[in-house]
C-alpha cells in the first residue's frame, strides 16, 4: 500500500482507492494500529506536504491530495478523554503520538490556513 500511495507510476484512480481504504480501516481501532506505521504516515504526508511545493504540486493530482488530508484526519481521529477505554484509549494515545512525531499534525495545520 505504501508503494502505491508514494509512487506515480500507479493510476491516480488506484491511488486514490487505496487511501481511502486507509481512511476506511482507520475508523476501528484495532485495525488503525496495524495501518498507522510510521512508513504509511510518512507516505500520507509526503502527499500532503506536496501541495506547499509547485514542483511536486504538478506531479500529484489534487484530488488525490484532498483524499491524502482526509486520510491523515482519519489517521489522527478526534477522541474524547471523557472516558477511559481499556485498550482502545492506551492505543489511541500510542497512534496520536506516532502521528505527531511524524509530521501528520504539521500537514494538517499548514492544510488548515
Not at 476501528?28 to 504509511?40: F, G, I, R, W
Amino acid at each position: 500500500m505504501i508503494k502505491v500511495i508514494d509512487s506515480q507510476s500507479f493510476p491516480t484512480e488506484i491511488q486514490t482507492m487505496v487511501i481511502e481504504s486507509v481512511m476506511t480501516m482507520s475508523k476501528n481501532v484495532e485495525t488503525k494500529v496495524k495501518v498507522a506505521t510510521p512508513d504509511m504516515i510518512a507516505a500520507l504526508v509526503k502527499v500532503g506536504l506536496s501541495m506547499f511545493d509547485k514542483k511536486e504540486y504538478k506531479q500529484f493530482d489534487k484530488g488525490l491530495i484532498k483524499t491524502c488530508i482526509k486520510s491523515l484526519m482519519a489517521l489522527a481521529g478526534v477522541h474524547s478523554i471523557k472516558y477511559f477505554i481499556p485498550g482502545e484509549t492506551r492505543e489511541n494515545k500510542v497512534i496520536r503520538d506516532l502521528f505527531i512525531k511524524n509530521g501528520g499534525l504539521s500537514v494538517l495545520l499548514l492544510a488548515e490556513k
